[in-house]
């Protein structure tokens, strides 16, 4: 029995079974078994190439300070003025497509374009031609209206007529006669330094603070936003286009230039006429002609400002110099 039972144990019959489940047992066998330890050298050597480590891995990063961890949450693409993040809500009623307002001194200016083109179109016409027009003339209802704007044209004939008699003929349609100081090289590059400056600088804290920057900024555009800052006494320094449009006339373009320079004088604020619309918008970065820049701030750019001034009182004597003659 015993050499019958060692038989049994040794014989290969009773190991025979299926192929899947030899497969099965195998596969559960890999997963059950414990993994044996390796050594350095061979996790070293089977490393994927990714995970080896490289000179760069043991070269010490600086940590960033609180303050550089706040900038670069709060910071947005490099001075670029996206929609504003905080809108005063409209009393009333809202239009869907609202109108466009127009101010008197552009309505001045339109009207003036107008007369003026009328004017050019105007061709000498023949006697007979002549009289038939007032025969038709006198049928028409009209007639009040066309009086009144041959009487206009007449006024600003007489008017433009009286200036070209006053103005010294070293001013011409890109210098024109209001303006105070001759514009030098030196002093329009220093002006293009100072007004790109200043628009770098209320570019940076419209990024930072939308809110506080729309409340102190650093220059205002145009010549309503330039009276109204003067009237409160708060302009530091004022540049004028020297190439404003020609409008004659009461609360007309060139009386409105005049009270500016007057309230300037009135509160000793230095100004300036160095650059035409076309640099002065070239200068900010605008598309649209700017006629007038009142700089409120000048804090960071002190330096070009000084040097602004010197070269100013040089250019005067200088413009003085060429009328005496």
Not at 132 to 154: N, P
Not at 243 to 253: A, K, Q, V, W, Y
Request: charged share 35%; glycine share 2%.
């Amino acid at each position: 029995m015993e050499k019958f039972g060692k038989m049994l144990r040794r014989s290969d019959k009773l190991n025979i079974i299926d192929h899947n489940t030899f497969h099965k047992i195998q596969k559960d066998e890999g997963e059950t078994a414990p993994r044996l330890p390796r050594s350095s050298k061979y996790k070293n050597k089977h490393k994927k190439p990714q995970l080896q480590c490289t000179l760069l891995d043991f070269v010490v990063k600086s940590r960033q300070t609180q303050k550089q961890n706040k900038a670069k949450k709060l910071r947005r693409p490099h001075l670029t003025i996206t929609k504003p993040l905080y809108e005063a809500k409209r009393k009333g009623k809202t239009r869907l497509n609202p109108k466009k307002k127009v101010t008197g001194l552009k309505m001045m200016i339109c009207s003036y374009r107008r007369l003026k083109k009328q004017n050019m179109l105007t061709v000498p016409i023949p006697k007979y031609e002549e009289e038939l027009r007032k025969k038709l003339d006198c049928l028409l209802l009209d007639t009040e209206v066309s009086k009144e704007r041959e009487q206009k044209l007449e006024k600003l004939r007489a008017k433009e007529e009286h200036l070209q008699d006053k103005v010294h003929p070293i001013h011409s349609r890109r210098f024109r006669s209001y303006c105070d100081n001759s514009t030098r090289p030196q002093l329009k590059q220093l002006t293009t330094q100072l007004l790109k400056d200043l628009s770098r600088f209320q570019k940076r804290a419209y990024t930072k603070n939308e809110i506080k920057a729309r409340a102190h900024p650093r220059f205002v555009l145009g010549i309503r936003e330039a009276l109204a800052r003067l009237r409160i006494q708060k302009v530091k320094f004022l540049i004028m286009a020297t190439d404003c449009e020609i409008c004659p006339g009461e609360r007309g373009l060139d009386e409105t230039i005049d009270g500016l320079k007057d309230l300037c004088q009135q509160q000793k604020v230095p100004y300036c006429f160095s650059l035409l619309r076309r640099e002065l918008s070239y200068a900010l970065q605008k598309r649209a002609q700017i006629s007038c820049v009142a700089i409120l701030d000048y804090d960071g750019a002190n330096a070009i400002f000084n040097d602004l001034l010197s070269e100013l009182k040089e250019a005067k004597a200088e413009y003085k110099r060429m009328i005496a003659v």
